[in-house]
């Protein structure tokens, strides 16, 4: 019988290398939109694209994967060059960010859980953390280097969208489902909550002026 599964740390690492090309697409993208020239564009992309993993890997007590695996900055560099190129196709279609940061929302909540998992066990606190960490540390330097306030302050619903991947993906881990399937529900449901909330402009509720 042939053996279809595939290593738990192939499956986390290619996930990984997708989430970082989305983000580094909105860091592209932004910086373009503040017309940001050819350095500015990949440096943004790079920081947006490895940012949030470095921080949960210097929080878990890890080596940065970033500096021992140059497949992660080549990515980022790739995306900004082609996004530098290919600008003015996106002119139009600039709201394409937002697409690949919930993609990356989704690929990042669940690849920063996955890590805190295979670290402490099944153990929801340090998941949760490792997880919204990892999804929103890149966005939030993103925001800041162009002198926006982080979105996931003020936008629709973010940062619970990645909570609620995040849990989804705790409890089938908790009832003994395969991680890969875990892995792949919960960054459907992050992603897919995101998507919705920017379609129909879901908001969580703020403080209303008098």
Do not use: C
Request: aromatic share 14%.
């Amino acid at each position: 019988m042939v053996d279809f599964s595939f290593p738990v740390d192939g499956f986390i690492s290619i996930l990984d290398y997708l989430g970082t090309a989305a983000f580094a697409i909105t860091g592209a993208s932004k910086a373009i939109i503040h017309k940001a020239d050819i350095f500015g564009i990949i440096v943004l992309a790079t920081v947006v694209g490895v940012a949030g993993g470095i921080t949960r890997d210097v929080i878990f007590g890890r080596f940065p994967t970033v500096f021992s695996d140059p497949i992660y900055v080549g990515i980022t560099v790739i995306v900004g060059i082609a996004m530098f190129f290919l600008h003015s196709y996106f002119k139009k279609r600039m709201n394409v960010w937002l697409v690949f940061d919930a993609i990356g929302l989704g690929v990042f909540s669940i690849i920063g859980a996955s890590i805190a998992y295979q670290i402490v066990g099944l153990d929801f606190l340090p998941i949760m953390f490792g997880g919204i960490i990892t999804a929103i540390g890149g966005g939030i330097l993103r925001d800041v280097f162009v002198r926006e306030i982080p979105i996931v302050f003020v936008k629709e619903v973010y940062a619970v969208a990645s909570i609620i991947g995040i849990v989804i993906f705790y409890v089938i881990l908790y009832y003994g489902v395969d991680m890969q399937v875990a892995s792949i529900i919960g960054i459907v449901a992050a992603t897919g909550i995101r998507l919705l909330a920017m379609k129909y402009k879901w908001n969580l509720p703020k403080v209303r002026e008098i």
